[in-house]
């Protein structure tokens, strides 16, 4: 089975300031990697997944995302943010290899931009 | 592309009602999901289709819960006998055959169930 931990449950940062979001996870095999965003009242927006390759992941709203095999780490970032970007954030993990799988989500980030 | 669209966005009901919802996938994906969010809690698995086949389910599935596709296009939740433990916001997703295995799923709006 599969877990995901985000490390910090709030995040408050100042706005042109630069933002980590810590995601680590355990799993027994190997998984796809994902970041979604969820502004209040609202679904989720996929922010940026890792499947395989460059373990460096570019994503949407200028959002980064470095997968750490050895680390079992997928931490989000983003050099200077802005106050739209104030919402929750959540990693999640998948079992490659095998489609039509649950998304295991951790319990999400709350980033709060403050000018 | 449309995107996943839920419906309604927002439901009241008394304890012990039924309660359906409904969830238009993106056009032509034929994998669908159905997740619960409860408040400050990340999405939890409920089951999942494939085209009209519900392929696997939660143990959050309890029996007063029950999901349908009848013709593999739109889904939907019912859910009987509401507990006010049913409050959450029910979240559907989507996601296309690709090639591969890679799974992207697309999530709708939500529908936000208040059961008092």
């Known amino acids: 089975a599969q877990s995901v931990t985000q490390l910090d449950s709030q995040v408050p940062v100042f706005e042109e300031a630069p933002v980590e979001l810590r995601c680590n996870y355990s799993?027994?095999?190997?998984?796809?990697l994902f970041w979604y965003v969820q502004y209040p009242n609202q679904g989720l927006q996929l922010l940026l997944k890792?499947?395989?390759?460059?373990?460096l992941v570019k994503g949407i709203n200028g959002f980064e995302a470095e997968f750490n095999k050895s680390q079992t780490s997928f931490h989000l970032r983003k050099p200077s943010v802005h106050i739209s970007d104030t919402a929750e954030y959540f990693c999640?993990?998948?079992?490659?290899?095998?489609?039509?799988?649950?998304?295991?989500f951790g319990k999400g980030t709350t980033l709060s931009v403050s000018s | 592309d449309t995107g996943v669209s839920q419906d309604p966005r927002h439901k009241i009901t008394k304890r012990g009602q039924n309660v359906t919802f409904r969830c238009d996938p993106i056009?032509?994906?034929?994998?669908l999901y159905w997740y619960r969010q409860t408040l400050g809690q990340g999405p939890e698995f409920l089951t999942y289709?494939?085209?009209?086949?519900?392929?696997?389910k939660s143990r959050l599935l309890s029996d007063r819960f029950s999901a349908e596709r009848p013709k593999g296009s739109f889904s939907t939740l019912e859910i009987q006998r509401t507990e006010q433990g049913d409050s959450a916001m029910y979240l559907c997703a989507s996601s296309p055959v690709g090639s591969g295995s890679t799974d992207t799923q697309y999530f709708g709006p939500g529908t936000r169930l208040t059961v008092l």
């Open positions: 056009s032509e994906h034929n994998r």
């Open positions: 289709f494939q085209n009209e086949a519900q392929l696997e």
């Open positions: 799993s027994s095999v190997s998984v796809y």
């Open positions: 999640a993990v998948t079992r490659s290899g095998q489609a039509g799988t649950a998304l295991i």
């Open positions: 890792y499947l395989s390759g460059s373990t």
